[in-house]
Nanobody, 123 residues
């Protein structure tokens, strides 16, 4: 059974930074493309960014490009989301997920999900 646990969320002022972590257990992280999604109150869950198996590069939602960066440490079975220059519109519950697709932005392509961590950005 693959389990994912997010951590690192919290309350931050606009312009600040947070680093989220996603710890994976039950299977080697190296088997999966990984992704981050978020869901704001009253809105659908949306793709934020993903990272390839190799970890060489990520791909992002346009509105977070240049501000967010995804990394992975396969040896530690952990993925990260570094969020800089945070905006109030980044407020949401953030989820990490695994995918067997080479690359995907679609929720339906992701198999295992964490429980989410709240990120709140105040003005």
């Amino acid at each position: 059974q693959v389990q994912l646990v997010e951590s690192g969320g919290g309350l931050v002022q606009a312009g600040g930074s947070l680093r989220l972590s996603c710890a994976v257990s039950g299977s080697p992280l190296s088997r999966y493309t990984m992704g981050w999604f978020r869901q704001a109150p009253g809105k659908e869950r949306t793709f934020v960014g993903g990272i390839f198996l190799s970890g060489a590069s990520g791909y992002y939602l346009d509105s977070v490009k240049g501000r967010f960066a995804i990394g992975r440490d396969n040896a530690k079975n952990t993925m990260y989301l570094q969020m800089n220059s945070l905006k109030t519109e980044d407020t949401a519950v953030y989820y990490c997920a695994t995918s067997k697709s080479w690359t995907s932005r679609k929720i339906s392509d992701y198999d295992y999900w964490g429980q989410g961590t709240q990120v709140t950005v105040s003005s």
